[in-house]
């Protein structure tokens, strides 16, 4: 690791430490064969005992499957207070610099006697990559972003062919939590992504975000009280969009998936996204795409839905996805790189 790079600061789950968490220290990694999550909160995650209450919102998902799991979130005492979106935009991609090091590198490389990086097999790259999930909220999505960059660059450099690491990246899941990036829906990502939104997020109503972006098309879609609509906006990138989560409602940027009191909707999604989450922690299948594990989990994890309304969350969302793509290239310019819709193949 470079010795000039600040060092990122991460606790992880420790039932036997002080509130149940503890530091780590600078040369932590994913564990071989062990179920993880990563935790990239927002930038205004800045001590240990805030980074505890994210692990304990990812915990609660997990129930009984977190006791299978390292749990880990990062926080960022370092950064200074009041910047501005671009600032923030930079700060993530600072971080996700170092957090690679991490949590990806050592998945998907060796180092050789000559300290020279090796790729692996692609069989066992994807046993380790199939371990990791990663769950960021708000500016944490742009670190996801910037790991998506990153692997687009050295999976080529360390020999991976396409298919390769189409197969080797699928497996990590990244299931955002109100993404408000602009990017979203953008281009092509590698690793599987869930992207939980709520139409509810004031931070995403007082962007603008230009036309042919999901994010600016969805301020205008209209959804029932009890709809939730899973969304292909790309090959391996799925949206589960709902118009309000919470009975209280308001501002649901920050809270809404993780409050008690839901809207039909509300609870739907979380029901689907718990199962999708225990699935994780406890299967070693390999991921075909989002709607195939959300089945996979309404099959093994006894989801608290029907598997006609999953069903119709999957297929209904299929048909705002064709009318996305019909939006997007009709807006198209020449700074947008239009992807192509892939039809899901689960329909009604």
């Known amino acids: 690791m470079n010795e000039n790079k600040k060092m990122i600061h991460a606790i992880i789950r420790d039932k036997d430490a002080p509130f ?54 990062l926080y960022y005492p370092d950064l200074k207070k009041d910047m501005t979106h671009q600032e923030k935009r930079l700060s993530a991609k600072e971080t996700a610099a170092e957090a690679f090091d991490h949590f990806l590198l050592p998945l998907i490389s060796q180092t050789d006697k000559d300290g020279n990086k090796k790729r692996l097999s692609a069989n066992a790259a994807a046993a380790m990559t199939a371990n990791l999930n990663f769950y960021p909220h708000c500016y944490g999505s742009y670190i996801i972003e910037a ?40 281009y092509q990502p590698q690793m599987s992504h869930i992207e939980r939104l709520t139409k509810s997020d004031k931070k995403r109503e007082n962007r603008q975000y230009k036309p042919g972006s999901f994010q600016d098309f969805i301020k205008n879609e209209q959804l029932g009280d009890d709809e939730v609509l899973c969304v292909s906006l790309a ?13 209280e409602g308001g501002d649901e940027h920050n809270g809404g998936q993780w409050e008690n009191l839901k809207t039909p909707a509300g609870q739907k999604e979380e029901d689907i996204i718990r199962g999708v989450m225990r699935e994780r922690a406890t299967s070693n299948r390999c991921i075909k795409d989002i709607p195939d594990l959300m089945y996979q989990a309404h099959q093994n994890q006894k989801m608290n839905i029907s598997y006609e309304d999953l069903n119709e969350v999957i297929a209904y969302g299929e048909e705002m996805s064709e009318d996305y793509h019909e939006y997007r290239e009709k807006h198209q310019t020449p700074d947008m790189m239009l992807i192509k819709h892939i039809k899901s193949p689960y329909t009604l």
């Not at 995650?45 to 880990?72: F, H, P, S, W, Y």
């Not at 360390?158 to 829906?185: F, W």
């Not at 090959?235 to 009975?247: D, I, K, R």
């Open 20 to 73: 149940h968490c503890r530091r780590l220290e600078q040369n932590f990694t994913v564990k071989k064969g062990k179920k993880t999550f990563v935790i990239y909160p927002g930038l205004a995650c800045r001590n240990e005992e805030q980074a505890n209450g994210m692990i304990k919102i990812v915990e609660k998902e997990l129930g009984d499957t977190a006791d299978k799991c390292d749990l880990i979130c």
């Open 147 to 186: 790991h998506e960059e990153q692997l687009a660059k050295l999976m080529p450099e360390l020999s991976y062919l396409p298919a390769e690491t189409d197969y080797i990246l699928k497996q990590v899941v990244c299931i955002h939590h109100n993404n408000i990036s602009e990017k979203l829906g953008e």
């Open 235 to 247: 090959q391996n990138e799925y949206a589960m969009l709902v118009n309000q989560l919470t009975l």
